[in-house]
Nanobody, 122 residues
Framework: QMQLVESGGGVVQTGGSLRLSCAASGRAYSNYAMGWFRQAPGKEREFVAGITWGGSTTYYGDSVKGRFTISRDNAKNTVYLQMNSLKPEDTAVYYC???????????????WGQGTRVTVSS
């Protein structure tokens, strides 16, 4: 089993920035791809960003390209999501996920955190 704990959510104004963190414990974290998803009220879960186990490859959802950056520190068992130029439509609960491969589909990911809420005010 792997446990994932997100932090860093909060309320920010349009155009502001936040950095989310996801701390992993349990199974060999460095062997897993890590990703971020989000779900806004009344909407389906959306892939935000992903990063391979070594950190050499990253992948972003179209709505966040150029604004969000995913990174990981395997020495700290932590993955980050730097969110810049935030918009009201970025408001959602953000979930950290871990899995054997990097992909958009939620069912590819084996472990999930409990989520952290991000609210962008206009």
């Amino acid at each position: 089993q792997m446990q994932l704990v997100e932090s860093g959510g909060g309320v920010v104004q349009t155009g502001g920035s936040l950095r989310l963190s996801c701390a992993a414990s349990g199974r060999a974290y460095s062997n897993y791809a890590m990703g971020w998803f989000r779900q806004a009220p009344g909407k389906e879960r959306e892939f935000v960003a992903g990063i391979t186990w070594g950190g050499s490859t990253t992948y972003y959802g179209d709505s966040v390209k150029g604004r969000f950056t995913i990174s990981r520190d395997n020495a700290k068992n932590t993955v980050y999501l730097q969110m810049n130029s935030l918009k009201p439509e970025d408001t959602a609960v953000y979930y950290c996920a871990a899995g054997p491969v990097l992909g958009r589909q939620g069912d590819l990911w084996h472990y999930w955190g409990q989520g952290t809420r991000v609210t962008v005010s206009s």
